[in-house]
């Protein structure tokens, strides 16, 4: 053990001179850490915009000048060329259609259901034949009128509710004073019905439909809910129907005429006017 101790000392004191020795000779116990790779250099572009000249503001600008062999730019190449003008197409008319008959006028005279259907139509065709041709254009338009004829066949009353042509309105009215003398009304009182007038040449008036003139009238729609704030709040039942009595029905039904083709295709029209888009998808 105590030879083991000898050889102990020996190896520190020959660490302890290695050291001296190392430190007298300017050894370094410092950390080389490894090169670094060399960094690219970032180049950096700077861009100024210039704005353009400032050119008078009585002079137009200039157009860019190109030469003719140059290549077109992507939105010159890409532009449409400007379309041609058509030449002008004929406008659309339509013939003032043809004044009632005398056989017609006495059915009129005669047909009391319905406010006197067969007179308001009649007058009101009257009035479109002496109107003229209708032409596509500003001219054509619609008037509706309110018109009151007295017992004998005159006019008493003339009232424009609307229209939306001023040349329309103002043929009704030179046609209105122009007509012939007119019969009696069918019912003999006045007769106070509204009218519109057609001046277009997409557009005609055609026959009525005389065959459902002898059922009830529809009920009109009303707002059961409708309320003006100061009354008192009462839901309104709808009127119903009342049909006609046996002895009306009769004289109603021997009046009715028997409806023309004409009549027949013009409902047909009507209806396809304000329905077809919704039946056939039209």
């Not at 007179?119 to 032409?135: E, I, K, L, P």
Request: aromatic content about 8%; charged content about 20%; glycine content about 6%.
């Amino acid at each position: 053990m105590f030879r083991n101790q000898h050889i102990f000392a020996l190896v520190l004191t020959l660490a302890l001179h290695a050291g001296v020795w190392l430190l007298a000779g300017g050894y370094g116990f410092r950390y080389i850490s490894p090169a670094e790779a060399p960094q690219k250099l970032e180049k950096i572009v700077f861009l100024a915009l210039i704005p353009p000249p400032r050119q008078p503001l009585n002079e137009p600008p200039s157009a860019p000048q190109t030469s003719p062999n140059a290549s077109p730019t992507p939105n010159q190449a890409l532009a449409a060329p400007a379309p041609a003008s058509l030449p002008d197409r004929p406008r659309t008319s339509m013939a003032a259609p043809p004044p009632p008959t005398a056989e017609e006028w006495a059915f009129a005279a005669n047909y009391t259901n319905k406010n006197s259907k067969g007179y308001r139509y009649s007058w009101g065709q009257q009035v479109r034949s002496m109107m003229g041709t209708a032409v596509e254009g500003p001219d054509q338009g619609v008037v509706r009128f309110r018109i009151e004829i007295a017992p004998d066949g005159r006019l008493t009353q003339l009232q424009t509710l609307w229209t939306t042509s001023a040349v329309a309105e103002q043929l009704a009215r030179q046609a209105i004073q122009n007509m012939p003398p007119l019969p009696p009304t069918p019912t003999g009182k006045p007769l106070i019905f509204d009218k519109t007038i057609s001046f277009s040449p997409f557009a005609n008036d055609g026959p009525p439909i005389y065959r459902d003139d002898c059922k009830p009238e529809p009920p009109v729609f009303r707002n059961p809910f409708a309320w003006d704030g100061k009354s008192p709040q009462v839901v309104a039942a709808p009127t119903p129907t009342v049909p006609l009595d046996p002895q009306a029905l009769a004289d109603c039904l021997r009046q009715l005429p028997q409806d023309s083709v004409e009549a027949e295709s013009a409902s047909d029209q009507r209806l396809m006017d304000q329905w077809g888009s919704r039946k056939t998808g039209r």
